[in-house]
């Protein structure tokens, strides 16, 4: 069985930065693809970030490109996001995913393992 458990949201202020933490169990972060999504309030799903299988490639949505950053941390089979520049449009509950049959997808189907999502409120 696959876990994933992010960690790290919070309250921030306007131009902070937080770094969230994705630890999975039961598959080596290697052999999966692993996005970051997040959902505000009264609106849908929506892809933030992710890294192909192997980690050789990382992909961002325009909202964030330039602002976040993904970086895998092998050895402890840990994802990070690094959130620079935070905007209160960023609030969200952010959810990491793994999938272990795509090299690479922004399309939530085709992640297997979810997280249960940390909340993260960036306050104006």
């Known amino acids: 069985q696959v876990l994933v458990a992010e960690s790290g949201g919070g309250l921030v202020q306007a131009g902070g930065s937080l770094r969230l933490s994705c630890a999975v169990s039961?598959?080596?972060?290697?052999?999966?693809?692993v996005n970051w999504f997040r959902q505000a309030p009264g609106k849908e799903r929506e892809f933030v970030g992710g890294?192909?299988?192997?980690?050789?490639?990382?992909y961002y949505s325009e909202s964030v490109e330039g602002r976040f950053a993904i970086s895998r941390d092998n050895a402890k089979n840990t994802v990070f996001l690094q959130m620079n520049n935070l905007k209160p449009e960023d609030t969200a509950v952010y959810y990491c995913?793994?999938?272990?049959?795509?090299?690479?997808?922004?399309?939530?189907?085709?992640?297997?393992?979810w997280g249960q999502g940390t909340q993260v409120t960036v306050s104006s």
């Open positions: 039961g598959r080596t972060i290697g052999d999966s693809a």
């Open positions: 995913a793994a999938s272990s049959f795509r090299f690479f997808s922004r399309s939530e189907s085709d992640f297997d393992s």
């Open positions: 890294t192909s299988r192997g980690g050789y490639s990382t």
